[in-house]
């Protein structure tokens, strides 16, 4: 396929309020998960998560504030992924999923979306209870892409002392993550 695609859009006459646009930013990774988590393909994601956007933003008058923007969301983006297997199928185009799947786990996806949002306030709670020092080397690691080697030597240890702070540390958040959503759930 080659590059991804990404369409430009004229504004609606009336730009939506901040709200909104908050709302809409602040979901934009569960947004792309979710069409990724359908489609497969990171371009094919990515043209999903567009459409969704576009139709986000024309239709921004409609939502009402008092419900939850990321079920709304999911569902349009649900449609767009399925228009978008059409579109792909109409042209012959070899998709990884068919539409009936995609259905199907986006019905069984929709809770998970408001689930990813929780654990990852969980995650930045955690995240910030951790010292410095290891939120570097977690970092190195996942953002940056540094390899455990690449890591030990940059902090003078041994791969497998490495080894054993990344499991530690990712076990121990894991244990954060599910406190916090615990407490999350019985306020």
Not at 70 to 94: G, H, K, M, N, Y
Not at 117 to 140: D, F, G, I, T, Y
Not at 162 to 180: D, H, N
Request: aromatic share 8%.
């Amino acid at each position: 396929m080659g590059e991804p695609r990404f369409c430009m859009f004229a504004a609606p006459d009336l730009p939506p309020d901040s709200e909104f646009i908050c709302a809409l930013t602040k979901h934009q990774t569960a947004l792309r998960g979710f069409c990724q988590a359908a489609l497969g393909r990171e371009d094919d994601a990515m043209e999903a998560l567009q459409r969704t956007n576009l139709v986000l933003w024309k239709k921004a008058a409609s939502w009402d504030p008092t419900t939850s923007f990321l079920r709304w969301a999911t569902a349009v983006a649900r449609f767009e992924v399925l228009a978008l297997i059409r579109d792909r199928q109409r042209f012959s185009e070899r998709m990884v999923f068919d539409s009936d799947l995609v259905e199907l786990m986006a019905e069984e996806g929709g809770d998970d979306v408001e689930a990813f949002e929780s654990r990852q306030r969980a995650l930045a709670l955690c995240w910030a209870e951790l010292l410095p020092k290891h939120r570097e080397v977690l970092a190195a690691h996942y953002a940056s892409g540094c390899s455990m080697r690449e890591i030990a030597e940059s902090r003078q240890m041994g791969v497998s002392a490495v080894k054993v702070m990344m499991l530690r540390l990712r076990q121990g958040l894991a244990s954060c993550i599910g406190q916090k959503l615990a407490s999350e759930v019985g306020r």
